[in-house]
């Protein structure tokens, strides 16, 4: 699987940013998805994740409320709205895709994930 992320720039606190993450290869819906972030000088981290069969999610606490993250197997995408971007979540955000043999299965983390996209840098200003 090739994952390719799309949509980072540099929004003005409290305003929105879509990321979107497309998928190349085979079974896409095999795979558990999330989005983490990394921030200079800080570890890699989760922000949000997704089940295969989309019945299960997760959220970092930070995000809770603010960020929704979805895909569609069809289109072969996963998606991260963010509303309500605030200075912290400045970081390069990161697409990750997890093998998975239970489809309602997320996983929390960075080890757990196979394939991952290239990046893509959100600047919140203040």
């Known amino acids: 699987v090739q994952l390719q992320a799309s949509g980072g720039g540099l929004v003005q606190a409290g305003g929105s940013l879509r990321l979107s993450c497309a998928a190349s290869?085979?079974?896409?819906?095999?795979?558990?998805m999330a989005w983490f972030r990394q921030a200079p000088g800080k570890e890699r981290e989760i922000v949000a994740a997704?089940?295969?069969?989309?019945?299960?999610?997760y959220y970092t606490d930070s995000v809770k409320g603010r960020f929704t993250i979805s895909r569609d197997n069809v289109e072969d995408t996963v998606s991260l709205q963010m509303n309500i971007l605030k200075p912290g979540d400045t970081a390069v955000y990161y697409c990750?895709?997890?093998?998975?043999?239970?489809?309602?299965?997320?996983?929390?983390?960075?080890?757990?994930?196979?394939?991952w996209g290239q990046g893509t840098l959100v600047t919140v200003s203040s």
């Open positions: 990750g895709a997890a093998w998975t043999q239970y489809e309602d299965q997320v996983h929390f983390g960075p080890q757990s994930y196979d394939y």
């Open positions: 997704i089940s295969r069969n989309e019945a299960n999610t």
């Open positions: 290869g085979r079974d896409f819906s095999m795979y558990s």
